[in-house]
């Protein structure tokens, strides 16, 4: 096993760990999931953290723990452990600050789940080449270049962030947050790849630039 594989295997068996003593222990998941009243009212920051290492369910937990396992070591191999877990926890604590800007009016959301993580991994890996690196969609036989993927991502992602009433049980934000912190991280790191592939990163860009203007000029969100 390459030191990178064996990592990741780590962070994963902390994650399994921890989710379990969540769905064997209602009292610890209440009290280290993600939930905007106790981080407002009580400054219960860990939150911010514990919750990306908590999940719903073993079909969640085994979702985001197989994007980590592929995604985790080619990570690792280009921005370090050092890079990689930057990221990865850098992207969960920016996805769920995100959560708290976003739902700031909704004291009893909640969430949990390392998708901000794994979301960051995949955007900065992607962000590296976003042409030749190719990404499926869920249950469709296809994979698509990963800029293209990125726009879809951003876009659904926004979408539904600026639709409230079309819940579909997905912390968007989160994941958008988190996806950013990757895309940015990278970029700056790499500011070569960055400037070879500006065109690309522009479209995946596009539905942030557009959620910006929401947020800033039209104050649409939250």
Same mark, same amino acid.
Request: charge should be positive; aromatic fraction near 18%.
């Given at each position: 096993?390459?030191?990178?594989?064996? &990592?990741?295997? &780590?962070?994963?068996?902390?994650?399994?760990?921890?989710?379990?003593?969540?769905?064997?222990?209602? %009292?610890f998941f209440q009290k280290y999931?993600? %939930?905007?009243?106790?981080?407002?009212?009580?400054? %219960?920051?860990?939150?911010?953290?514990?919750?990306?290492?908590?999940?719903?369910?073993?079909?969640?937990?085994?979702?985001?723990?197989?994007?980590?396992?592929?995604?985790?070591?080619?990570?690792?191999?280009?921005?370090?452990?050092?890079?990689?877990?930057? &990221?990865?926890?850098?992207? &969960?604590?920016?996805?769920?600050?995100?959560?708290?800007?976003?739902?700031?009016?909704?004291?009893?959301?909640?969430?949990?789940?390392?998708?901000?993580?794994?979301?960051?991994?995949?955007?900065?890996?992607?962000?590296?080449? $976003?042409?030749?690196?190719?990404?499926?969609?869920?249950?469709?036989?296809?994979?698509?270049?990963?800029y293209i993927f990125g726009a879809?991502?951003?876009?659904?992602?926004?979408?539904?962030?600026?639709?409230?009433?079309?819940?579909?049980?997905?912390?968007?934000?989160?994941?958008?947050?988190?996806?950013?912190?990757?895309?940015?991280?990278?970029?700056?790191?790499? $500011?070569?790849?960055?400037?070879q592939n500006a065109l690309y990163?522009?479209?995946?860009?596009?539905?942030?630039?557009?959620?910006?203007?929401?947020?800033?000029?039209?104050?649409?969100?939250?």
């Amino acid at each position: 096993m390459n030191s990178a594989l064996y &990592i990741v295997i &780590i962070i994963i068996a902390i994650t399994c760990v921890i989710s379990y003593i969540g769905f064997q222990q209602p %009292e610890f998941f209440q009290k280290y999931k993600f %939930e905007v009243g106790s981080i407002q009212r009580r400054k %219960e920051y860990v939150r911010l953290l514990s919750a990306g290492f908590l999940h719903a369910d073993f079909i969640h937990l085994f979702l985001n723990m197989y994007v980590l396992y592929a995604f985790g070591p080619m990570i690792i191999e280009v921005f370090g452990v050092g890079g990689f877990l930057a &990221i990865y926890i850098g992207s &969960i604590l920016l996805g769920n600050l995100f959560c708290l800007y976003h739902y700031r009016n909704v004291p009893f959301y909640s969430a949990i789940g390392a998708s901000g993580g794994v979301s960051g991994l995949i955007f900065a890996g992607v962000s590296l080449d $976003p042409v030749n690196i190719k990404l499926g969609i869920l249950f469709l036989p296809i994979s698509i270049p990963g800029y293209i993927f990125g726009a879809l991502y951003f876009g659904y992602s926004v979408y539904m962030m600026l639709n409230p009433r079309m819940n579909d049980n997905i912390g968007h934000a989160a994941h958008l947050g988190g996806a950013f912190f990757g895309l940015v991280y990278a970029v700056i790191v790499f $500011p070569e790849f960055a400037v070879q592939n500006a065109l690309y990163i522009g479209i995946m860009a596009l539905p942030l630039i557009y959620l910006a203007y929401q947020i800033f000029v039209n104050k649409k969100i939250g």
